[in-house]
Nanobody
């Protein structure tokens, strides 16, 4: 059974920090690119940060560059998102995604249930 379980969300004041975790199970985690997305009320889901399965470049949304850091621990089947200098506009539900691209077959995507991050004073 495939599971992506996010944790670490909550309420924080502007300028504060949070660290999100996404624990994966039921699939071969090291093969998958891992991405954090977020969706604010009334807005479309947007990519926050992506870390490839091996090699390649880590990508960040312009709005979080220099403040957020994505990392992964393949031994623990977990991806993290360290969020610093948080702003009210970072308020959203944050989702973890696992993506596998296959050359001769459809891609595979798994999603977590999301964790709420609220930044306010």
């Amino acid at each position: 059974q495939v599971q992506l379980v996010e944790s670490g969300g909550g309420w924080v004041q502007p300028g504060g920090s949070l660290k999100l975790s996404c624990a994966a199970s039921g699939f071969t985690f090291p093969y998958y690119a891992m991405t954090w997305y977020r969706q604010a009320p009334g807005k479309e889901r947007e990519l926050v940060a992506l870390i490839p399965s091996a090699g390649g470049s880590i990508n960040y949304a312009d709005s979080v560059k220099g403040r957020f850091t994505i990392s992964r621990d393949n031994a623990k089947n977990t991806v993290y998102l360290q969020m610093n200098s948080l702003k009210p506009e970072d308020t959203a539900v944050y989702y973890c995604n696992a993506h596998l691209t296959r050359r001769w077959a459809p891609a595979t995507d798994y999603w977590g249930q999301g964790t709420q991050v609220t930044v306010s004073s």
